[in-house]
């Protein structure tokens, strides 16, 4: 797959090759649900609790005697049929995260990286360098661009963005993450993929040795 290469002002200075392993795969909607389900269930804090019948005060002595009442039998008031009785199968902490192969989130990632391409919503930059840390640049480099909705910028650890991240740090809906970083939810959260030269290379590097 070959895209072209614009620089910040949005004009083209040459074209990169992309990995079709990566960028053109078949893609598997049950990986990145699973992926997506895997990212969102780890933020869940699992503090949610009730209280047992063992847990709640009160109910030491038998309401009333065993025979004779006419009444079924009972032998405390905190009972989970009673008011003030403890809740039958409720919530108690615990961890939501579960364990996902790395092959499908790998999957997954190529997937959500598949479909940004075949819906044209991938853009190449040379590079994110700044001369200097300005939000009012950075408004001007998506203008120019072509962004006005979610954007995800993708980057190579080893690249000078620094005043470029500085930069889009308090616009709402624009993140920069590196190619280690990237994730299923990010991805598929972002109209626009912007992905540096180098870390599309990288990419296609990375994720298409299985």
């Not at 499908?104 to 990632?109: G, K, M, N, S, T």
């Not at 598929?188 to 870390?199: D, E, I, R, S």
Request: one cysteine or more; charged letters at 25%; aromatic letters at 6%.
């Amino acid at each position: 797959m070959k895209l072209e290469v614009l620089d910040l002002t949005g004009k083209k200075v040459g074209n990169v090759e992309l990995a079709d392993s990566v960028f053109q795969c078949e893609v598997n909607n049950q990986a990145i649900f699973d992926a997506l389900l895997r990212q969102q269930s780890s933020w869940r804090q699992g503090t949610h609790d009730v209280k047992g019948r063992s847990e709640v005060s009160g109910g030491g002595k038998k309401p009333f005697r065993q025979k004779g009442t006419g009444r079924a039998r009972q032998g405390s008031t905190r009972a989970t049929q009673f008011r003030h009785g403890g809740v039958p199968f409720g919530p108690t902490p615990r961890s939501h995260t579960f364990k996902l192969n790395r092959k499908v989130r790998r999957l997954a990632l190529r997937s959500g990286l598949t479909l940004k391409a075949n819906e044209k919503n991938i853009i190449c930059v040379e590079n994110v360098n700044m001369d200097a840390i300005k939000t009012k640049d950075f408004l001007k480099v998506l203008k120019d661009l072509g962004i006005d909705r979610k954007a995800l910028f993708v980057v190579d650890v080893e690249e000078d963005f620094n005043n470029a991240y500085l930069s889009l740090r308090n616009l709402e809906n624009i993140v920069m993450t590196s190619v280690e970083g990237l994730n299923i939810y990010d991805l598929q959260n972002a109209g626009k993929l912007v992905l540096t030269k180098t870390a599309a290379v990288k990419l296609g590097e990375v994720l298409g040795n299985e």
